[in-house]
């Protein structure tokens, strides 16, 4: 079956630094990829649909400016956690849309922040 | 607003027993729905894809049904083992925007 990565998948970092999390589908071409968090004990939530070559779509409440997504290429998303806090730390799952593939998503691994 | 519900929240149910797993969601036009398995710190394991037009989809002692006019989907776990232990979360795509919204999701703990 088709497989998405995410790199890292643990990251401890400082407050203040920035963080880049990716997320590549490895066997099929992704125009729409979307993250998603998620909070301790909690279901995940959509943060923002990634689409390639235009800009991110976030969800209400989600701050563009600290969650910074780019998707450069059609295998690859990226999403930027600017001057991270300790309230940032969360699970972040991204998921790839393979639009030849009955637009069946897969998710990634997942890539747990622990901001200090 | 599109919302997704799971019931219950928590089960915990003697090895053996057969269970089902609800998910409720408050608009029709669904892409599709699928159900995870999430063990604790880990990602997400797809268990089942149902498609808007099937009603079930079947994978061994797993069994999820599907009913869009009444927008719900049950997931029923055959013989349940301590193994089926884990949070189970339902997500539902919906038609246009092909995002999932997640449910609440249900903590199941088999016991031996």
């Known amino acids: 079956g088709a497989v998405v990565s995410q790199h890292p998948s643990r990251v401890i970092c400082k407050s203040g630094t920035s963080v880049k999390i990716e997320c590549r589908s490895l066997d099929f071409q992704a125009t729409t990829m979307f993250w998603y968090r998620q909070f301790p004990k909690k279901s995940l939530m959509l943060m923002a649909t990634?689409?390639?070559?235009?800009?991110?779509?976030?969800e209400q409440g989600v701050e563009k400016d600290k969650f910074l997504i780019n998707h450069a290429s059609l295998t690859l998303s990226t999403l930027t956690v600017t001057s991270a806090h300790p309230e940032d730390s969360s699970f972040y799952i991204c998921s790839a849309r393979d639009e030849a593939g009955l637009n069946t998503q897969y998710f990634g691994p997942g890539t747990r922040l622990t901001v200090l | 607003k599109q919302e997704v519900t799971q019931i219950p929240a928590a089960l915990s149910v003697p090895e053996g027993e057969n269970l089902v797993l609800n998910c409720s969601f408050t608009d029709s036009a669904i892409y599709n729905l699928q159900w995870f398995r999430q063990d604790p710190g880990k990602g997400l394991t797809s268990l089942l894809l149902?498609?808007?037009?099937?009603r079930e989809q079947t994978s061994g002692r797993l069994n999820a049904s599907l009913d869009k006019s009444s927008g719900r989907s049950t997931l029923y776990i055959a013989a349940s083992q301590p193994g089926d232990s884990a949070t189970y979360l339902c997500a539902v795509s919906f038609t246009g925007t092909y995002k999932y919204i997640f449910g609440t999701g249900t903590r199941l703990k088999v016991l031996a």
């Open positions: 990634s689409n390639e070559g235009s800009k991110a779509t976030y």
């Open positions: 149902i498609q808007s037009s099937q």
